[in-house]
């Protein structure tokens, strides 16, 4: 893939359970409200591990058997 929004695309299109947080250092990536790309997750880089944690906590916690 030629940038990471390329790859989210083909991502949600080809993989749709695989989970995806764009990140961006200018967040100039636009993508329409209400669109699959509008909703994913969008952390500016540098960012903090608390930020990152606080994105991947439900995931992790749903993908933990009995939780």
């Given amino acids: ?3 990471g929004s390329a790859l989210a695309r083909w991502v949600t299109a ?3 359970r695989t989970r ?3 990140t ?6 636009w993508f329409p409200v209400g669109s699959v790309m509008g909703a994913l997750p ?3 880089k540098p ?3 608390e930020d990152l944690d606080r994105l991947l ?3 992790v916690v749903a993908s933990i058997p009995g939780a």
Avoid at 24 to 29: E, G, I, N
């Fill in 47 to 49: 960012f903090k591990p």
């Fill in 57 to 59: 906590a439900p995931v």
């Fill in 42 to 44: 969008l952390i500016r």
């Fill in 20 to 22: 995806v947080i764009l």
């Fill in 24 to 29: 961006s250092k200018t967040l100039t990536h």
């Fill in 14 to 16: 080809n993989q749709p």
């Fill in 1 to 3: 893939m030629s940038d």
